[in-house]
């Protein structure tokens, strides 16, 4: 059997009646993982190393999909095409790894643009690496949005009453301005 995961449980129950009985596919449900709202969760100093945080949901559906891949022949990543999808992929594959769950099982990825029975096939006949340049530019981007909105946006709610947050190509794009300037 292998393991497909997806990120939402709709696509899930959609994509397992494709592949065939060798397959089950699960959800991850998004992001597993995300950087804690605290100081040092990325350290500019120490090449932008980042320290990840799983949530008790994500940490609960993780021990899950952990016991399936155990049991199975190889994991299929099919999460989206973008580079968030790129992101999710790989923040799966490494706790499936720190949990020992994959081993030497085969492991590909998979992306389709479409949730029909022919883009899934082809899909899945098609497998390749994780795109290690989509995963840092995810790396790249989260790392700004930390460094820079963490600390733009509690001024922006002094500043401007309502305001959610400085967001993250704005956060970016202003500090580049400014320090341009």
């Not at 494709?18 to 992001?31: C, E, I, M, T």
């Not at 190393?49 to 899950?64: I, N």
């Not at 992306?111 to 096939?121: D, E, L, P, Q, R």
């Not at 790396?139 to 949005?145: S, Y």
Request: net charge positive; glycine share 6%.
């Amino acid at each position: 059997m292998q393991v497909v995961i997806v990120e939402s449980p709709a696509k899930a129950k959609t994509i397992n009646k494709y592949p065939g009985p060798g397959y089950k596919v699960l959800a991850s449900f998004g992001h597993v993982r995300d950087l804690p709202a605290k100081d040092g969760s990325v350290l500019p100093d120490d090449d932008f190393r980042m320290a990840w945080e799983v949530d008790g949901a994500s940490s609960k559906r993780l021990s899950e999909i952990a016991k399936y891949v155990r049991e199975s022949d190889g994991l299929i990543l099919a999460t989206d095409p973008d580079r968030e999808g790129e992101a999710i992929s790989w923040h799966v594959l490494d706790v499936l790894r720190q949990k020992k769950a994959v081993g030497t099982k085969p492991v590909q990825r998979v992306v389709f643009n479409a949730i029909t029975k022919k883009s899934v096939t082809d899909a899945m006949a098609a497998p390749r690496e994780i795109d290690q340049p989509l995963v840092e530019a995810y790396l790249a981007r989260r790392a700004l949005d930390y460094l820079v909105g963490f600390t733009l946006s509690p001024v922006l709610w002094r500043k401007l009453p309502g305001a959610r947050s400085a967001g993250r190509v704005q956060s970016v794009a202003l500090r580049l301005v400014c320090d341009r300037e």
